[in-house]
């Protein structure tokens, strides 16, 4: 017996669960202003979301949290172009 598996096989048995594509985050990201950015995160769970169905659940995993990033960049971006453009207006007059 050895000691030594690949960590992909271990990863899978331990965790168990299957991975998640953060398909709705990534559908609300697209209600902020940094529109290339939350295109490429709902491509990217959309890619998650077929990987698994697929079987390939360490690309479902890998896509998925891609997808995760770039949603939080693309809310945070947009909170902060909206807050940078309430200030601009309101600082102006």
Not at 15 to 27: C, E, H, M, T
Not at 80 to 88: D, K, R, S, T, V
């Amino acid at each position: 017996i050895s000691k030594y598996t690949p960590s992909a096989i271990t990863e899978a048995a331990v965790d168990g669960s299957k991975p998640r594509d953060y398909l709705i985050l990534a559908i609300l990201s697209c209600f902020c202003p940094l529109w290339p950015i939350n295109i490429v995160a709902l491509t990217f769970s959309v890619m998650s979301r077929n990987s698994l169905q697929q079987g390939n659940i360490d690309g479902a995993r890998r896509l998925g949290r891609n997808a995760m990033v770039l949603s939080v960049v693309s809310i945070l971006g947009g909170i902060a172009i909206i807050a940078a453009a309430i200030a601009l207006n309101w600082g102006c007059k």
